[in-house]
């Protein structure tokens, strides 16, 4: 099948810190791949390379007519601007020359409702924000979609909620997600490849394969002896294994 | 008091109330106070090559704009710093260059009369603001709330950066006339920020500040004209008023 994504030997240096280095890896369509690897192993540099915001080296090749849609971790601006995501939505459409029956049908799909995109962005749940970020992401019909870590700050029944939503729509429409996550537990379920990133080493391949307790340890740092019991029991606990092992 | 001035200051007031709220929300609220001085050697220029100071003024704030920008960009330096050095230097720079009397105009606004051309010209300016802010105002939000996202719907962030940092030199430009290089930073921020304490809603936003920089400028008029002084002054005076009595509104 066809790659909706090709990146090769991709390296990229920001302020002459090479932050990522010789990174390869192939996406067919209705594939996840997840993203795992400590904080400031340069996970979110890489996605936002993918997204054309910094220069690199090397290539990176999407198929023709490949539409992303970037799901963020978090929003940096300031939450209380006076903007609601009818304006956010009217942006996209905007510059994509999506019709109204496109933006309607999608966040019916996702299940955003009118009082939602018309309140204040700041006055927003969290719950409520991540899933309408998820809607703004789909509309467009995209072929890929890009999300970083999208449920950092939500609870657990939501989180799980997300997942499927997103799972269902890979499985209905065929699209490929590159998804960085610090929970082993959705790598299992859902991913199909995984890419470890760290400044000393990565991996990459199918979850079980790579997924070793010694590229774990090598990966974060330290010792994850218990990582099988966790990823199937509770997932909550892995969180803190991986937010110890900083490379930078 | 001259109706071109009056309907030239009006329209100032407007483009200053729709990119000062844009300036706002993207947190660079004292860029005009920057770009206002970087124009000012520019000015001096033009006085001593006895041209039209505003062609001076123009010309270093396209200078000045593009070199924010291309700091902007790159991410291995303060752009703080950058443009705190370069801003005290363009001040240094004016002074040195200009007589006495003509900084005072440079600085508090009111150089000479306006000329024909430079009222077709001055609405033109006007018309040109006014028309990006409607056409380009949701993809300029989207870029500010998240860049990423911007990005990710195919919007060239860059050039659309260098876009509005372009119309709001114009602004600048339009304002040093009656105002100055010293105030007319607070026409673009004032209104904004009166805007933003009585409104969450991008419409009500922009509607409010554009409103409230309309409203400063008649006043102002109105108030100068009574009692026979310097108009730039007091327009700002009553802005800043306005905006003491948009505390009184708690926002939710």
Known sequence: ?248 | MDPYSITLALGTAVAAGLVGSFALMKRMTLAGDVLSHIALPGLGIAFLLKLNPLIGAAAALLVGTLLIWRLDRSANFSTETAIGVIFTAAVAVAVLMTTSEELIDALFGGFGALTPIEFILGMLAVVLVVAFVFRFKDRLVLTLFSPELAAAAGLSIDRLNLAYLLVFALTILLGMRFLGAILVGALIITPAAIGRQLTHNLSAFLAISTSAAVLSVVLGFIIADRYGIQTGPVVVTVAAVLFLLSLLKRKR
């Open chain 1, 1 to 248: 099948m066809a790659n909706v994504l090709s990146v090769r030997n991709l390296t990229v240096r920001l302020d002459d810190r090479t932050i990522l280095r010789n990174i390869s890896f192939d996406l067919e369509r209705g594939e996840t791949l997840a993203v795992i690897g400590p904080n400031g192993s340069g996970k979110t540099v890489l996605l936002k390379t993918i997204l054309g915001m910094y220069p690199y080296e090397g290539t990176i090749e999407r198929a023709p007519d490949t539409r992303i849609g970037y799901v963020p971790q978090r929003i940096d601006a300031d939450r209380h601007l006076p903007l609601n995501f009818k304006n956010l939505l009217a942006a996209k459409a905007d510059v994509l020359k999506l019709s109204a029956g496109d933006v309607e049908d999608t966040l019916r799909a996702v299940g955003v409702s009118h009082d939602v995109l018309l309140t204040p962005v700041g006055h927003l749940s969290g719950g409520q924000f991540q899933k309408t970020l998820l809607a703004f992401a789909l509309i467009g019909k995209p072929t890929l979609l890009i999300l970083d870590e999208p449920t950092a700050s939500i609870d657990q029944p939501r989180e799980e909620q997300l997942h499927a939503l997103v799972h269902r729509f890979q499985d209905e429409r065929g699209l490929a997600a590159i998804h960085v996550s610090h929970d082993l537990t959705f790598v299992y379920r859902y991913a199909t490849k995984v890419l470890c990133l760290n400044e000393r080493g990565l991996c990459f391949g199918a979850p079980r394969e790579v997924l070793t307790p010694e590229t774990l340890e090598k990966l974060y740092g330290e010792p994850l002896a218990h990582y099988e019991h966790h990823h199937r029991h509770d997932h909550n606990q892995n969180h803190g294994h991986n937010d110890d092992g900083s490379s930078s």
